[in-house]
């Protein structure tokens, strides 16, 4: 289904991690933590989603959140995506360029999740991502970021395609910070039922 309103000509966009300027990383393997250790070695972290106020009111009023779950240093980091208001600081532009540790072309960096199609202006997914909550390279203290239009995937042709897939403005971003299994525990078994439910 198609967004309704003022964002009806967004077909998908893309959510990736990026650099934030007073990024606060995790030092070691992060197994240490007392918050991965009160949770037999699994890491909760989470960002609730905020509109760019460095863009003019007739852009989207994006809100929801983003939801992270890694379970030991060496697990895969699944990540759930519930993001809203596909309808209609300085901004999402204070933060930096995509997560890429590695140094690799996009859309290859662990920092690019890809593009979504918003249902009935939602996008309610589950990914699965080679970035990590622990350690060094740790995605806590980055931002996740909206961009408003689609992911070229890197088959542009151009310098930015290679970069950042010229997906456009950062509609919304949200700094990504340690909580607690609740709101992932929550979250997940209802995002499940829907799934079997389509």
Known sequence: MRPHGSASALAALMLLLADCQRCVLAEGNGSALPEASQNNGSLYASCNMRRSSALPEDVPQLYGHVLFKQDRPQGILRVLFHVGGFLTDPGC?????????????????????????PQEGIISAVVESKATLFGGMSAIGRAVVVHEKNDDLGQGG?????????????????????????????????????????
């Open 93 to 117: 532009g204070s933060t930096r360029g995509h997560y890429n540790p590695y140094g690799e072309n996009h859309p290859n960096h662990p920092g690019d999740f890809g593009n979504f199609v």
């Open 158 to 198: 151009d310098a930015g395609s290679l970069l950042h897939g010229n997906a456009g403005r950062r509609l919304a971003c949200c700094v990504i910070g340690i909580s607690s299994p609740d709101l992932w525990n929550l979250n997940y078994p209802k995002f499940a039922e829907r799934m079997k439910k389509n």
